[in-house]
């Protein structure tokens, strides 16, 4: 694994929000950010060979101006930049295998709805070993109230798959940036034997404080127990 924060860039505004996390993230890793395009290859009739090499003019000068952009607020960060041939799900996926954290660029759909994942970060998110992380472009995050979208890191915990690594990038992210981190595990109580759905929903809403007694116990970084940050 190379020390480094890798991010995924196009022309998209959500490319620019995620390699301006990325650069933070970078910093307080104190690891090189690693800025990549992928060119899709090979070139088809549909791209004939003299479009495909004005495109890398164009993606090379993207990742200069990128790099330009990251430093302004980190002079001192080392920036790496690479043109890379091939089909970007894979291509990604392995840079993501070999990086402490991959950062890649989400359209949002706002509010509670949540992410609208093209296929390209959806195949890296379920294809990496290691963290991804998908970072929306938010308008709003400019202005006075910037700082209050901030509301501290979620963790959420399937008692049924190891979660060490997981643990220990939360708790990680937690405390390098200063924020609290939420538990958060649900389950579904089982259902009686001829009891109406309705009852059913009532019963989870009212236990849902309550875990079962044969919960297992949570796998934290090392193999311990793990409570809530704060």
Do not use: K
Request: charged share 20%; proline share 9%; with cysteine.
């Amino acid at each position: 694994m190379t020390p480094q924060v890798t991010v995924g860039m196009d022309e998209s505004p959500e490319s620019l929000a995620a390699a301006l996390w990325a650069a933070e993230e970078a910093s307080l890793l104190d690891v090189p950010l690693h800025l990549v395009h992928v060119e899709e290859w090979p070139v088809t009739a549909e791209v004939p060979v003299l479009s495909a090499e004005s495109l890398v003019e164009r993606y090379e000068s993207l990742l200069h101006a990128t790099t330009d952009r990251v430093r302004q607020g980190r002079p001192g960060l080392d920036v790496v930049t690479e043109m890379a041939r091939g089909r970007a799900p894979g291509v990604l996926t392995a840079a993501a295998n070999e990086s402490e954290v991959t950062v890649l660029g989400s359209r949002g759909l706002g509010g509670v709805v949540g992410f609208l994942i093209g296929s390209v970060s959806l195949a890296v998110v379920g294809r990496a070993r290691r963290p991804v992380v998908l970072v929306r472009s938010d308008p709003s995050s400019s202005g006075a109230d910037a700082g209050s979208t901030r509301a501290g890191i979620v963790l959420g915990v399937d008692t049924e798959q190891p979660c060490d690594p997981l643990f220990a990038f939360a708790f990680g992210e937690a405390a390098r940036r200063n924020e609290e981190l939420r538990v958060v595990h649900s389950w579904s109580p089982p259902r009686p034997t001829g009891t109406p759905p309705s009852w059913t929903r009532t019963s989870a809403a009212v236990s849902a404080g309550r875990p079962p007694r044969d919960w297992p116990r949570w796998c934290g970084p090392g193999g311990t127990s793990s409570r809530p940050y704060g």
